[in-house]
């Protein structure tokens, strides 16, 4: 019954986020083209319910001449990503454009991390728990629970637990952590910034 719930609520709480972060948005847009050269959103393919992809995005934090790879695959990350890149990225607001994922049913507020083509791994694995069930969320179990810090066998692991016991609560729970997280900086991977 709360699935069906969920998928209105994501849909309504995104619209409204969307009119309220019009202006902020809007000025990261403009920001983002005149402070290095390329597209204002990174765009890229990634695995959704029951493994569909779908384009995601999200404001462009890195150059344009970066190689297309998982962030754990750099050695020197830092590199790559533009010096606005690294606060949107530290305060999370690269992740904004993921709102318009969520009104276009692509994405919930919460659920498993929508992973690209360098975590086939753990694709592979959710596909084995049943954790590519659900929509795949801007926030999940696993980013409250050590985000990049933590194993692949790990994150798939969290992906299982929150799609077996999926409910507003424990919706609520992650979201409140989640704003936590951002607010102390954890379980970031201190590379990317």
Do not use: H, W
Not at 32 to 43: A, D, E, R
Not at 87 to 104: A, Y
Not at 156 to 185: C, G, H, M, P
Request: glycine share 6%; with cysteine.
């Amino acid at each position: 019954m709360y699935k069906g719930i969920k998928v209105v609520l994501d849909e309504f709480m995104g619209i409204c986020l969307i009119i309220i972060l019009l202006i902020p948005m809007l000025i990261i847009a403009m920001l983002v083209k005149m402070t290095s050269k390329g597209p204002i959103l990174f765009k890229q393919e990634r695995y959704g319910i029951r493994s569909r992809k779908f384009t995601i995005y999200k404001f462009r934090t890195m150059y344009v001449e970066t190689p297309e790879m998982s962030n754990q695959e750099f050695k020197d990350i830092d590199n790559f990503i533009t010096p606005l890149g690294k606060v949107l990225r530290k305060l999370s607001l690269d992740e904004l454009p993921q709102l318009f994922n969520i009104v276009m049913g692509d994405m919930s507020f919460v659920g498993p991390r929508p992973l690209a083509d360098s975590d086939i791994d753990v694709i592979y694995m959710r596909e084995k728990n049943g954790a590519d069930k659900v929509k795949p969320g801007i926030t999940g179990l696993a980013q409250v629970n050590g985000r990049n810090n933590i194993l692949d066998s790990e994150k798939a692991y969290f992906d299982q637990i929150y799609v077996e016991n999926l409910s507003f609560l424990n919706d609520t729970k992650i979201v409140l952590q989640t704003f936590l997280n951002v607010t102390l900086a954890k379980d970031i991977n201190r590379r990317n910034f």
